[in-house]
């Protein structure tokens, strides 16, 4: 099918917009209107702020806390266009579809009350708590969306066959991206991106034989996988004491992979004008760039390794999927050190197993991390996991439940609730993830994700 290129609009900005329609026989609607671009794709009301600083020092390499944390932000997803001046021949359908806004509030610079600097010689020695302290606290995320207006001409024209190289724009932020019909692939730097990595995480070389008897059980049983095909149901709240301040609910299907690639489809309710809407994205990370592509058929928004806002923009879209990578990757939240040391397990009245993960401290030895385990179906299984600061207040908390055997010999929890607590007490304020798995189909080493296929129409807002 041929297309044909016409230039729709200037903005006050200067901003050339260009936009691609199909051309049907017969007669079509018109109102002899065109569009006019309102909001540009990217962040608006980016707020961040200037954080106190905690260094610590392991095996000879300085870490320290991010300089500076966001504090919330609404992100489009996509251009808001209005309808239009005049235009002859034009038709202009002001609800042609509909652009996702990410509304992020309450992030900011991680919690240091009860952490210290220090100097390890491994990471196995870091309290857990300082590792996430290096971190900044993650916004919670509501979804929202506006209407955006598509054209399309009003009566047949003859097809002219060509093609629009990208055009360059600046947001109303001043950051550039790329506005482009057609697949932008050879727009991307190539360079390497894994948003979840961590040197905390790097260094857990040590083999399951060197852990603590019980762990080792649990981990021989819902160990590691390659990956899995997988529909989920993430419920995320907000909590401020005994206050619910937000609740979103996602609804997951797709590939995710241990090694942080996944390619899903994400859909959520919201709300506007009374009325409950369903938006459904594809999203996509390979580790070159992440993708959002809106099932309605809007502008698609490709984010490049190289783009500095990268992080912010994954966790914003992401941070959902992040239960799912740990399910697959890590669902027991066993570490592995080679030179880690574990209290004794101590048992309970009900059978139930406690052991904790020490570090070093003024001398003496604190808890780090704890985990509570059960026997059943033949093996340990942990139950419940900790995070400690070194004043012994909890900074995170996870539960499994329902266990389920997915494959032979493979375990996983049907359900997980995970609590951050960003103060690092048990009434200040939380998010809590609560993840429930539906359908888990196990892959084998070697699956990739799935293509995605090439598409000369589809319009793509590219960062970089």
Known sequence: ???????????????????????????????????????????????????????????????????????????????????????????????????????????????????????????????AA????????????????????????????????????????????GETFLRCTGDPFHLLSGNEWKPLSHAYDVAQTGSPDELPLPLREAHAAYGPIHGADLQARIEMEVWNGAVRESATGYDISGR????????????????????????????????????????????????????????????????????????VARPQAIALFSDAVYTPPQTAENGTRTLSRLVPYAGESAVSETYTLVAGSGHARVVEHRTMDLMGRVRQQTHWSEPMQVTAGVWRARRTTLTDRHEGTEDGRRTVVRSSISRAQILGTGTELPMLGPDPERIWLVWR
């Open 130 to 173: 300082i590792v996430a302290a290096l971190r900044c606290v993650s916004p919670s995320v509501t979804q929202t969306f506006d209407w955006s207006a598509s054209v399309s001409p009003c009566v047949p024209t003859a097809p002219v066959e060509g093609s629009s190289d990208p055009v360059s724009c600046t947001g109303g932020s």
């Open 256 to 327: 995710v992979l241990s090694d942080g690639r996944f390619d899903v489809v994400c859909s959520t309710g919201v709300h506007k004008d009374g009325i409950e809407h369903i938006l459904i994205h594809r999203l996509r990370q390979d580790h070159s760039a992440f993708y959002m592509l809106p099932q309605d058929g809007g502008e698609c928004v490709v984010v490049d390794a190289g783009y500095l806002l990268r992080d912010s923009v994954f966790m914003a879209a992401c941070r959902p999927v992040a239960a799912l990578l740990d399910w």
């Open 1 to 127: 099918m041929f297309r044909r290129l016409l230039p729709l609009a200037i903005s006050a900005t200067g901003i050339v917009v260009f936009v691609r329609h199909s051309h049907a026989q017969g007669s079509s609607p018109c109102n002899n209107q065109t569009r006019t671009l309102q909001q540009v794709a990217g962040y608006v009301g980016l707020a961040t702020t200037t954080c106190s600083q905690l260094t610590i020092t392991v095996a000879g390499q300085a870490y320290s806390t991010p300089p500076t944390c966001t504090l919330g932000y609404a992100y489009y997803r996509g251009s808001v266009y209005t309808c239009g001046p005049v235009s002859t021949g034009t038709h202009c359908n002001s609800n042609g579809f509909k652009v996702t806004i990410d509304l992020a509030t309450g992030g900011g610079c991680p919690s240091l009350a009860g952490l210290n600097p220090g100097s390890w010689t491994s990471w196995s020695q870091v309290p």
